[in-house]
């Protein structure tokens, strides 16, 4: 009982985001006159907050618990919608996004490894499969929640009220982690993350290239960006949700390299210019493909990592997402001004080679003789 109340606190607190953000962007520009550039420093600042965020989330899990992580995550957001609400311009997007960007790497991290605590780390691929669908379920239902509430204070006001639901629920869920005090100071990153975090970062590439140019590039070839976008989304919440403990059952490298595998094939169709019904396809099937590498590389490294790391772990290979997320935004918008959207798809297809070669050495016998230990993970004052 107890996990699946934690799945619906990670719910809420992402139906929250969710609603809040297809509404930034008009509210931006519209309503406190912001230029395109501000819209785009706005929206971009939540990355850049998250990716350093989750150096600090990810410790305070381990060293104050995965509840008061998951908490602190659940407040920030909360006050990111009281935020959103201040009669102080453009300061007002700033902060609610800098304060979301904060509550959503402490949100996250906390329910991850809180998860896997719960699930129990032989099925933490599961865990991580089920805390995900909670994540990209409460993201695609907030756009529907956004549009019915019409108008941006509203949807502030909905993510306030979404984080402390999510904050009460949680409250009353049982943590058993006991923390470990740490003494001295390490590595911010600890170079057996860094095959693992490239693998994931590689992976996710195509992300802004899906979430930006999808839509624009399809309106050119049918008009299917909507649907394509919305079968991309579904087919990973079902998967997420149903298959997510498969890397649990059968080796992790199988349902990695399956994964991208998948993810190539569905770039590349897209890549093509494909008509309607081929494109809603191919969304369905690199959604289906995406399903599988995090929680093969996330459940290998926790597996290798002693409990009282789990936090640390997740929060360093959450930045990876973060980083390559960002760099591949600019690096598929120089191309697709260059090239053209097609070629950003191939871009995206071409980062899975560099995911699987990062793979390989997290999949290696060599991997497994050089686990992640506590003397390895950044001391953090928290």
């Known amino acids: 009982m107890r996990f699946w109340l934690l799945i619906g606190a990670t719910f809420l607190g992402f139906l929250g985001i969710g609603t809040v953000l297809p509404a930034l962007a008009p509210h931006v520009k519209h309503d406190l006159s912001g230029s395109d550039q501000t819209v785009g420093w706005v929206i971009g600042t939540f990355s850049f ?76 691929s599961q865990a991580l499969g089920y805390v995900s669908s909670g994540i990209w379920g409460g993201i695609s239902a907030g756009p529907v929640v956004g549009g019915w509430l019409r108008t941006f204070p509203h949807a502030a006001a909905f993510q306030f009220g979404a984080a402390m639901a999510a904050f009460v629920l949680a409250l009353v869920v049982r943590e058993d982690f006991e923390p470990v005090r740490h003494s001295g100071r390490h590595r911010l990153m600890p170079s057996s993350l860094l095959m693992p975090g490239l693998a994931i970062g590689f992976v996710n590439v195509h992300y802004p290239v899906i979430a930006g140019f999808l839509i624009l590039y399809l309106a050119h070839h049918g008009g299917s960006g909507p649907a394509a976008f919305s079968t991309y989304a579904l087919v990973i919440l079902l998967s997420r949700f149903f298959l997510g403990s498969l890397p649990d059952r059968i080796h992790a490298a199988i349902t990695f390299y399956f994964g ?32 599988f590498p995090w929680s093969s590389i996330a459940s290998t490294v926790l597996r290798r990592t002693p409990p009282q790391n789990h936090g640390s772990v997740v929060g360093i290979l959450s930045a990876f997402y973060d980083l390559f997320v960002g760099l591949g935004s600019l690096l598929a918008g120089r191309i697709a001004d260059r090239h053209g959207y097609s070629a950003a798809f191939l871009m995206a297809a071409l980062a899975l080679t560099g995911a699987a070669i990062a793979a390989r050495f997290v999949f290696t016998g060599l991997s497994r003789e050089t686990p992640l230990s506590q003397e390895a993970i950044v001391e953090t004052s928290v």
């Open 260 to 291: 991208i595998a998948a993810m190539a094939i569905g770039l590349l169709i897209l890549a093509a210019g494909p008509r309607p019904a081929f494109a809603i396809g191919a969304a369905g099937l690199l959604g289906f493909g995406f399903s």
């Open 49 to 124: 907050v998250a990716l350093g965020s989750r150096f600090f989330s990810g410790p305070l899990a381990d060293r104050r618990g995965r509840k008061i992580t998951f908490l602190t995550g659940l407040l920030s957001c909360a006050l990111a919608g009281a935020a959103y609400m201040l009669p102080i311009g453009l300061a007002s997007a700033y902060a609610g996004r800098m304060l979301q960007g904060f509550g959503e790497a402490c949100l996250y991290t906390g329910a991850a490894a809180w998860a896997v605590e719960v699930g129990g780390v032989q099925r933490s």
